[in-house]
Nanobody, 124 residues
Framework: QVQLVESGGGLVQAGGSLRLSCAAS????????MGWFRQAPGKEREFVGG????????FYADSVQGRFTISRNRSNDTLWLQMDSLKPEDTAVYYC?????????????????WGQGTQVTVSS
């Protein structure tokens, strides 16, 4: 079974940056789309950004467009999320996910593999 492990979360002031990483335990996601989701306290998990199998296509939620950048390294199944100009409303647990197919989507049911999450807290 594939395990995804996120890292890089923490506490940052508004306007600051963080870079999240996600590593897969086995190299079976190199041909799969991948994505980032987040869940704030009392809210449903929501899509943040996705990237297709070879990194040629990326897309983001409107709330993070222009501030967050998703990237991947297929050779070692690593996924990143660069988060700039962070806002207090970005505070959440962030999850990486591996899609069922080659392309990412904004829908949770299209993902088979999930990490345990990493906490991001943005102070005002």
């Amino acid at each position: 079974q594939v395990q995804l492990v996120e890292s890089g979360g923490g506490l940052v002031q508004a306007g600051g940056s963080l870079r999240l990483s996600c590593a897969a335990s086995r190299r079976i996601l190199s041909n799969n789309g991948m994505g980032w989701f987040r869940q704030a306290p009392g809210k449903e998990r929501e899509f943040v950004g996705g990237i297709n199998w070879n990194g040629s296509s990326k897309f983001y939620a409107d709330s993070v467009q222009g501030r967050f950048t998703i990237s991947r390294n297929r050779s070692n199944d690593t996924l990143w999320l660069q988060m700039d100009s962070l806002k207090p409303e970005d505070t959440a647990v962030y999850y990486c996910a591996g899609a069922r197919g080659a392309y990412a989507s904004g829908v949770m049911k299209d993902y088979s593999y999930w990490g345990q999450g990493t906490q991001v807290t943005v102070s005002s």
